[in-house]
Antibody
Framework: EVQLVESGGGLVKPGGSLRLSCAAS????????MSWVRQAPGKGLEWVGR??????????DYAAPVRGRFTISRDDSKNTLYLQMNSLKTEDTAVYYC????????????????WGQGTTVTVSS | DIQMTQSPSSLSASVGDRVTITCRAS??????LNWYQQKAGKAPNPLIY???SLQSGVPSRFSGSGSGTDFTLTINSLQPEDFATYYC?????????FGQGTKVEIK
């Protein structure tokens, strides 16, 4: 079964840091492009960032609100994606989803075809 | 960044109705447009990719069309399980911006 399971969410004070993890199973993780998407309470989906597969150069891209504060990385030996979040702000409060794009068409058209259940990050004093 | 604008923001419809949701990009994105369905408290679920290709396992009552800047998601014969929020997302360039969502409610 293809599955993504996020962990690491919680309550953190403004200015603090948190690292989210996303454990993948059921597909060839090393070939997948992996993304983070967040959803603030009662709001729509917001694209956070993406990391390509190492065979596709492994580069990362970020949305402007998180660029310079968040870092996406991957450990293909552990089938795990990470989101390191620093200098957190109250507006970073959201459910964070990881999502995968695997298979030729999903990568070519950048479709996020498998999603995790999400992990909640609350930034509050 | 490319802005994605969906309309309407919400709509009320009955089981069996045909529903159309539109999505407009602020610049041309060819066919790099995906649609997702999200039910309350759940993760999004992909429906359509490349503007008009049905994701595996998605019922054929869902269809997508358009290219360039204007796109449409159509649900033929709305079913009870289709009441949800629908998002378009452009995948032409990063950031992969989403539309603000269209909530489909029961009339």
């Amino acid at each position: 079964e293809v599955q993504l399971v996020e962990s690491g969410g919680g309550l953190v004070k403004p200015g603090g840091s948190l690292r989210l993890s996303c454990a993948a199973s059921g597909f060839t993780f090393s070939n997948a492009w992996m993304s983070w998407v967040r959803q603030a309470p009662g709001k729509g989906l917001e694209w956070v960032g993406r990391i390509k597969s190492k065979t596709d150069d492994g580069t990362t891209d970020y949305a402007a609100p998180v660029r310079g504060r968040f870092t996406i990385s991957r450990d293909d030996s552990k089938n795990t994606l990470y989101l390191q979040m620093n200098s957190l702000k109250t507006e970073d409060t959201a459910v964070y989803y990881c999502a995968s794009s695997s298979g030729w068409s999903s990568v070519y058209y950048y479709v996020m075809d498998v999603w995790g259940q999400g992990t909640t990050v609350t930034v509050s004093s | 960044d490319i802005q994605m604008t969906q309309s309407p923001s919400s709509l009320s419809a009955s089981v069996g109705d045909r529903v159309t949701i539109t999505c407009r990009a602020s610049q041309r994105i060819s066919s790099y447009l995906n649609w997702y369905q999200q039910k309350a408290g759940k993760a999004p679920n992909p429906l359509i990719y490349a503007a008009s290709s049905l994701q595996s396992g998605v019922p054929s009552r869902f269809s997508g069309s358009g290219s360039g800047t204007d796109f449409t998601l159509t649900i033929n014969s709305l079913q009870p399980e289709d009441f949800a929020t629908y998002y378009c997302q452009q995948s032409y360039t990063t950031p992969g911006t989403f539309g603000q969502g269209t909530k489909v409610e029961i009339k």
